[in-house]
Nanobody, 125 residues
């Protein structure tokens, strides 16, 4: 069964930190580009960060560069998003995604083949 399960979302104050985790199963994780996307009510989905199969290539939205860090552990079939210096504009539902036969850049633009259920991140001011 193909599944992506996010965890780690919650409510934090401006300047706080959260670490999102995504556990993958049911597909060949090592051959998948992985990424994090977010969507706030009334706004379009945004590619936050994506990471290549080996982790050697990463992509970040300009809005999160220097504050967020994506990583993956292929042995554990997990991908993470460390979010520091959070701002109210980071408030959104964050989705973990995976994609096969694509580039890291393309995935962050187009989205994934597999999606998690999402986890809410709320940053208060």
């Amino acid at each position: 069964q193909l599944q992506l399960v996010e965890s780690g979302g919650g409510l934090v104050q401006l300047g706080g930190s959260l670490r999102l985790s995504c556990a993958a199963s049911g597909f060949t994780f090592d051959y998948a580009v992985m990424g994090w996307f977010r969507q706030a009510p009334g706004k379009e989905r945004e590619g936050v960060s994506c990471i290549s199969r080996s982790g050697t290539i990463t992509n970040y939205a300009d809005s999160v560069k220097g504050r967020f860090t994506i990583s993956r552990d292929n042995a554990k079939k997990m991908v993470f998003l460390q979010m520091d210096s959070l701002k109210p504009e980071d408030t959104a539902v964050y989705y973990c995604a995976g994609a096969s036969r694509t580039s890291t850049q393309t995935m962050c633009v187009r989205g994934g083949d597999y999606w998690g259920q999402g986890t809410q991140v709320t940053v208060s001011s």
